[in-house]
C-alpha cells in the first residue's frame, strides 16, 4: 500500500476552529492580507459542488495532507489570532457532496471525536511541520 493509499483509507476529517470559527473564515476576514504576505497557491482546490447554506466543510486525510504541505494551513495561522484548535472529526452520516481534499456536510452531522493543538495533530499523523 502507497502513502497515497493509506491516507485516501483514513475515515476521520479534520477541521481547524479559532473559537467557534472556521480557520479559512477566520484569516480571510477584511484584513487579511495586511501582512504582504502572499497567499500560497490554491488553486489544487476544486470549486465545492453546489450545496447547502449552512454545509460545514471538513478536510480529509488527502485533503488536509495537501493543506499542510501547501503551505495554506500555515497562511490561515499566521493570520489570525488566538488558539486555534484542531478538531477529529467522525462524519459519515449524510453529506451534501464531497471531492478528494474537502467533504460537505450539514453540521448536525459533525461528531468531534478528538480536540488537540494542531502541531500534535500534524505529529500524530506523520506531517512535521508547516510548510
Known sequence: ???LDHWRQLRNYYRFMRGEEALEQAAEGPN???TGVPRPDA???AAPPVVEP???TLWTA???K???ESGLLAWH????GGQIDSW???SAIKVYGQNEHQVFCPPDQIRVIRRLPVPDLLRSLGLSGMA
Do not use: C, K, N
Not at 495561522?77 to 489570525?80: A, G, K, L, Y
Open 43 to 45: 488553486s489544487w482546490l
Open 62 to 64: 488527502l485533503g488536509l
Open 32 to 34: 487579511a492580507d495586511d
Open 54 to 56: 449552512d454545509a460545514v
Open 1 to 3: 500500500m502507497t502513502d
Open 88 to 90: 477529529v472529526v467522525f
Open 77 to 80: 495561522i499566521s493570520r489570525v
Open 66 to 68: 495537501r493543506y499542510v
